[in-house]
């Protein structure tokens, strides 16, 4: 079925940028809003950012619009995270999702009960 993984994620210093990139199977990809969410360690999963199925909609969590970029290249089948200028508090592992209900906005996709398939997170870590 529809599988789901996330690369480029490292070790990286403050200040520097890094690019996700989220490969997805499966024929409907391009019918599928696709999120980035990240997890520390005991702690809550965050939203970071979203997109709807035509990349038309882009939605980021708090205080994140600015320095995080969220693309897709539909040809292709890959979802990207730009980082930039990366925070300590930014460190954490970053996780791909696809949704594949219909509907979207930043009240539905920033939660992570909305998508249905999800990839094994990449490690980022910031330090100074």
């Known amino acids: 079925q529809v599988q789901v993984k996330e690369s480029g994620g490292g070790l990286v210093e403050v200040g520097d940028s890094l690019r996700l990139s989220c490969a997805a199977s499966?024929?409907?990809?391009?019918?599928?809003?696709m999120g980035w969410f990240r997890q520390i360690p005991g702690k809550e999963y965050e939203f970071v950012a979203a997109?709807?199925?035509?990349?038309?909609?882009?939605y980021y969590g708090d205080s994140l619009e600015g320095r995080f970029t969220v693309s897709r290249d539909n040809d292709n089948h890959i979802v990207y995270l730009q980082m930039n200028d990366l925070k300590p508090e930014d460190a954490a592992v970053y996780y791909c999702?696809?949704?594949?209900?219909?509907?979207?906005?930043?009240?539905?996709?920033?939660?992570?009960?909305?998508?249905?398939?999800w990839g094994q997170g990449t490690q980022v870590t910031v330090s100074a």
């Open positions: 997109i709807s199925w035509t990349g038309s909609s882009a």
């Open positions: 999702a696809a949704r594949g209900a219909a509907g979207y906005g930043a009240s539905v996709l920033e939660r992570r009960e909305s998508y249905d398939y």
């Open positions: 499966g024929r409907s990809f391009n019918r599928y809003s």
